[in-house]
């Protein structure tokens, strides 16, 4: 195919493969890129999983995605998921900007893949003019499944063994899509 046609990364794997560890470490190696974005991150209580919740790439935003405590149509697993407040984080978010050079989104999965507004934003980020490093689920369907088929995306799946080594690789990957800050 053309060379350069690849601009967005997908890190995928197993649950618990570190791909979140994975997608954190490069959002401070690339922060001078001014990565905008959010994280996953599980919401714990006395060592039990009970939920997920969100936060901005910068730490000022934050919302819920599910807990096992919400009720409602919206579920996976044992999880309730709060499709209003995550629109409404998306929404804070402004994302694209008008014009971010580098976002990273952790992750499109089964969850946020229930609003619609997210789908939508995925798909306008893919095809912007923005490089996005993503992580997504492993196993899915429909959307996810699609998305992994772009022709304009390198899926890299990740493993214990693998990942520190695929860190490094994605980094380079993404400085040379990217037009360096020094103006030269």
Same mark, same amino acid.
């Given at each position: 195919g053309m060379t350069g046609a690849v601009k967005n990364i997908l890190? %995928?794997? +197993?649950? !618990?493969? !570190?791909?979140?560890t994975l997608i954190m470490k490069l959002a401070v190696e690339?922060?001078?890129?001014?990565p905008g974005g959010f994280f996953t991150e599980e919401i714990r209580e006395q060592g039990?999983?009970?939920?997920?919740?969100?936060?901005?790439? @910068?730490?000022?935003? %934050? !919302?819920?995605?599910?807990?096992? @405590?919400?009720?409602?149509?919206?579920?996976?697993?044992?999880?309730g998921v709060d499709l209003g407040a995550f629109e409404r984080f998306l929404e804070k978010l402004r994302?694209?900007?008008?014009s971010p050079r580098l976002v990273m989104i952790d992750e499109i999965g089964k969850m946020e893949c229930l609003s619609s507004q997210f789908r @939508? +934003?995925?798909t306008?980020?893919? @095809? !912007?003019?923005?490089?996005?490093?993503? %992580?997504?689920a492993l196993k899915a369907g429909g959307f996810i499944d699609a998305v992994k088929r772009r022709k304009d995306v390198l899926l890299v799946e990740v493993n214990e063994r693998n990942r520190e080594m695929e860190r490094d690789e994605v980094a380079v990957r993404?400085?040379?899509l990217l037009p360096s800050g020094s103006g030269d």
């Open positions: 890190i %995928t794997g +197993l649950p !618990g493969c !570190g791909k979140t690339l922060r001078e890129f001014g039990v999983r009970k939920g997920f919740q969100l936060a901005s790439l @910068d730490a000022t935003e %934050t !919302g819920t995605l599910a807990h096992v @405590d919400i009720r409602g149509p919206y579920r996976v697993g044992r999880y994302l694209p900007g008008p @939508d +934003l995925v306008s980020l893919l @095809d !912007g003019p923005a490089p996005v490093v993503a %992580t997504i993404i400085r040379a």
